[in-house]
């Protein structure tokens, strides 16, 4: 099956650039050069995998809105911010809002592709037949990685693509520590120690929002995390 990706970005000779370099690895590509554009499209469908810059035009902030936006249609659809800004608290920013990875536009088009192939390698995982995955319960936590559906006293825990995996791994073996490396490894996704980190913050905030008292991913410090 050929995937189709999405780019937004208002840079006409690197958004050329990008789509040239995915075409060539069999990407079906779409080009937006605008927020407008781009959702007036999403609205209808939605591509598999949405390439993101932050500021489209006039808009500083578009890609940030687009993310919230897109967050809205579907928890699942991948989302990588690809963008000039490099400080942590716009990557911060970004991973809040449900993206999956943050990349800025000094990394290698080799690099980028690795990215968006790790991100639909999970995707694939949830399909494939010869995994005999079921749901399972580690406390008061119940996690069906077949629908990729993580519930919380019954209650459903609004988990991106890349959050649920790391829950999934983290609740594999209660109790043992898993390092970043590990949680990369297990999630199937590669991404760096600061986004790591920023994922674990942001699925803390989502169980606590269903039960404040949640204290179940500790942080093992110069180690990784355990599910407690």
């Known amino acids: 099956m050929t995937r189709t990706v999405a780019i937004v970005e208002d840079d006409a000779p690197i958004r050329n650039n990008y789509a040239d370099a995915l075409r060539r690895q069999g990407y079906r590509v779409q080009t937006f050069a605008t927020r407008e554009a781009a959702?007036?499209?999403?609205?209808?469908?939605?591509?598999?995998?949405?390439?993101?810059?932050?500021?489209?035009?006039?808009?500083?902030?578009?890609g940030f809105e687009m993310c919230r936006e897109l967050r809205t249609l579907s928890n699942k659809l991948p989302i990588i911010f690809l963008t000039a800004r490099d400080c942590d608290y716009d990557a911060i920013a970004g991973l809040r809002l449900g993206a999956d990875d943050y990349l800025t536009k000094d990394v290698s088009l080799p690099h980028i592709s690795a990215r968006i192939s790790a991100l639909f390698r999970r995707v694939e995982a949830l399909g494939d037949p010869t995994d005999q995955r079921q749901e399972r319960t580690c406390g008061e936590l119940a996690i069906d990685p077949d629908r990729v559906v993580a519930r919380w006293r019954t209650e459903v825990v609004d988990l991106t693509l890349t959050e649920f995996w790391i829950v999934n791994a983290l609740t594999k073996n209660p109790g043992h520590v898993k390092t970043r490396e590990q949680l990369m490894h297990d999630a199937n996704v590669v991404v760096d120690d600061t986004t790591v980190t920023s994922h674990i913050k942001r699925i803390r905030k989502k169980f606590k929002t269903i039960d404040s008292d949640f204290s179940h991913i500790e942080t093992v410090y110069g180690m990784g995390y355990r599910w407690i």
């Open 39 to 62: 959702m007036n499209a999403f609205r209808s469908r939605l591509p598999d995998l949405v390439l993101l810059d932050i500021a489209l035009q006039d808009e500083i902030d578009a």
